[in-house]
T-cell receptor, first 114, second 116 residues
């Protein structure tokens, strides 16, 4: 079972920041927080991941609380093309090439509106 | 940049038939994962391979089998197809690692299987 809880859906105005929350209260010390998104029926797309520090890349920012029990994905200037289902996934690092599988929960359906 | 290639993109089969889905990972990626996404469902992990050996197994039915070949491409073989097998099947790949890694998975466009 997924170890995360996310809102079912959210709306965001185009050009505004989209803040997507995720609860992962049972996260283990070595587990990372990953965010993927899936635009209608396309393959899931990696966005960002982090352990305990905040992270930023060209797509988004990830804010992880100090106790690591929750996090927020921030899309700074949402566009219509950001409309997708966003998945927050916690997963341990892989060792020696034995990569871990991703356990997808329900995700948040983000609708960016003009 | 090269992406994960899946073929065919669409496949229609009758009940009790067999199907073979193919996945070609990104060059220099040696780990392959298979996921199944039913209508209105979230992706579910089926099976993964690292260096041609099965590395993890999820909710894959016994009617399904998979393997990874010497060129790292993978095939998912599905027999005795049922109506409930109709789904999107995604393949993902990740690169070679040593030690601890947080390498992400790169997904292909998927194969849409319809069982009639």
């Amino acid at each position: 079972d997924a170890k995360t809880t996310q809102p079912t859906s959210m709306d965001c105005a185009e050009g505004r920041a989209a803040n997507l929350p995720c609860n992962h209260s049972t996260i283990s010390g070595n587990e990372y927080v990953y965010w993927y998104r899936q635009i209608h029926s396309q393959g899931p797309q990696y966005i960002i991941h982090g352990l305990k520090n905040n992270e930023t890349n060209e797509m988004a920012s990830l804010i992880i609380t100090e106790d690591r029990k929750s996090s927020t994905l921030i899309l700074p200037h949402a566009t219509l093309r950001d409309t997708a289902v966003y998945y927050c996934i916690v997963s341990p690092p892989s060792y020696g090439g034995s990569q871990g599988n991703l356990i997808f929960g329900k995700g948040t359906k983000l609708s960016v509106k003009p | 940049a090269a992406g994960v290639i899946q073929s065919p993109r669409h496949l229609i089969k009758e009940k009790r038939e067999t199907a073979t889905l193919k996945c070609y990972p990104i060059p220099r990626h040696d780990t392959v994962y298979w996921y199944q996404q039913g209508p209105g469902q979230d992706p579910q992990f089926l099976i993964s391979f690292y260096e041609k050996m099965q590395s993890d197994k999820g909710s894959i039915p016994d009617r399904f089998s998979a393997q990874q070949f010497s060129d790292y491409h993978s095939e998912l073989n599905m027999s005795s197809l049922e109506l409930g097998d109709s789904a999107l099947y995604f393949c993902a790949s990740s690169p070679r690692t040593s030690g601890v890694s947080t390498d992400t998975q790169y997904f292909g466009p998927g194969t849409r299987l319809t069982v009639l």
